[in-house]
């Protein structure tokens, strides 16, 4: 079935480095989101990657969807300790709803001030 | 608006018994889907619902159960529980996208945490 496999599944900064999380896919996705989850917390929505190569930023996060539209990345610029949680990916799951999304495994960020 | 609410946040059951999950979603969302999220398996998708029908099920045993109500609220039941069953169930409401190449955005509440001894 549809899987996505996002890489790595921990990372460790100290405050002011960059951090990346990479999303891939064995099949082209009509699109991808991006969720973040506080320690303790839920995933909330961040922003969601439509058209092939595709790049949005929101402050210091940066979103790219590959040209093949197979993979992304969510990339944050001089991390804070506000940066803290867990960064999933989430695909439509083919042949289902709507409502029915594949998330990855998450990377779990940590920053060290 | 008031976002995802979901009753009750904290709940400790035994093996064998069952327990019923609630979620109201956020006002004029009428998707609403429930995950199961653990530390081994990540966020999972349990079911869908839309005015008051199941959309869509993902792959878990038929002791896991749901039903929407005609006011969009949610509940999902677990029988016969189990010590795996222990997890963070999540429940999401979707806004219509009206993007035909996007996904409607879930917006998640806070969960409830069930701990089965």
């Known amino acids: 079935g549809q899987q996505v496999m996002q890489i790595p599944q921990y990372q460790h900064v100290q405050e002011g480095e960059d951090f990346t999380t990479y999303c891939n896919s064995s099949t082209t996705l009509s699109n991808i989101q991006w969720y973040k989850q506080r320690p303790g917390g839920h995933p909330v929505f961040l922003i969601q990657?439509?058209?092939?190569?595709e790049v949005k930023k929101q402050k210091r996060l940066t979103f790219q969807f590959g040209e093949a539209k197979k993979n992304s990345s969510l990339h944050i610029t001089a991390t804070q300790t506000t940066d803290v949680g867990t960064y999933f990916c989430a695909v439509p799951n083919y042949g289902g709803s709507q409502g029915n999304l594949i998330f990855g495994k998450g990377t779990k960020l940590s920053v060290k001030p | 608006k008031a976002g995802v609410t979901q009753t009750p946040r904290y709940l400790i059951k035994t093996r064998g018994q069952q327990v019923t999950l609630s979620c109201s979603p956020i006002s004029g969302h009428r998707s609403v889907s429930w995950y199961q999220q653990t530390p081994g398996q990540g966020l999972q998708f349990l079911f869908e619902y839309f005015s008051e029908t199941q959309r869509n099920k993902g792959n878990f045993p038929g002791r896991f159960s749901g039903r929407q109500f005609s006011n969009s609220r949610s509940e999902m039941n677990v029988s016969t529980l189990e010590l795996g069953d222990s997890a963070l169930y999540l429940c999401?409401?979707?806004?219509?996208?009206?993007?035909?190449?996007?996904?409607?955005?879930?917006?998640f509440g806070p969960g409830t945490r069930l701990t089965v001894l």
């Open positions: 990657l439509v058209k092939s190569g």
């Open positions: 999401a409401s979707s806004s219509l996208n009206r993007d035909r190449e996007a996904t409607d955005t879930q917006y």
